[in-house]
């Protein structure tokens, strides 16, 4: 386990910004309280709790892997439409203690959903 410092900075903030998630257009995240986090020169990504994310389109896989500062990560596939997004969502289940903020909240690749920002009164 590394501790995030100088050399690899990791900041998580509240988004002020509601985040929506979304497949094929279909929502299925739409939060106020999505986490920004900021890793080294990663770009940023958002957090999303579970109780803002459709979890019935989604199941665990057997993928894991491990990032040094953050602990342990659980990975999920959604099925919307009959489309089969393997993989399309990570999580810290039981993250290291520098990071227990996202704690089960979880992350989407960009590349496989759209994640976008909208203003906090919509």
């Given at each position: 386990?590394?501790?995030?410092?100088?050399?690899?900075?990791?900041?998580?903030?509240?988004?002020?910004?509601?985040?929506?998630?979304?497949?094929?257009?279909?929502?299925?995240a739409?939060?106020?309280?999505?986490?920004?986090?900021?890793?080294?020169?990663y770009?940023?990504?958002?957090?999303?709790?579970?109780?803002?994310?459709?979890?019935?389109?989604?199941g665990?896989?057997?993928?894991?892997s491990n990032?040094?500062?953050?602990?342990?990560?659980?990975?999920?596939?959604?099925?919307?439409?009959?489309?089969?997004?393997?993989?399309v969502?990570?999580s810290?289940?039981?993250?290291?203690?520098?990071?227990?903020?996202?704690?089960?909240?979880?992350?989407f690749?960009?590349?496989r959903?759209r994640?976008?920002?909208?203003?906090?009164?919509?």
């Open positions: 386990m590394k501790q995030p410092g100088p050399d690899h900075p990791i900041t998580v903030a509240l988004n002020p910004r509601r985040v929506r998630v979304e497949v094929n257009g279909h929502v299925i739409d939060s106020a309280a999505a986490l920004t986090l900021k890793e080294a020169d770009p940023a990504v958002q957090y999303i709790p579970r109780e803002d994310i459709e979890m019935g389109f989604f665990r896989t057997d993928r894991s990032c040094p500062y953050k602990g342990d990560a659980s990975y999920y596939t959604a099925t919307i439409d009959g489309e089969v997004l393997e993989n969502a990570w810290y289940e039981d993250p290291y203690p520098a990071m227990e903020q996202i704690r089960g909240a979880l992350a690749y960009p590349d959903v994640i976008y920002e909208v203003d906090p009164s919509v």
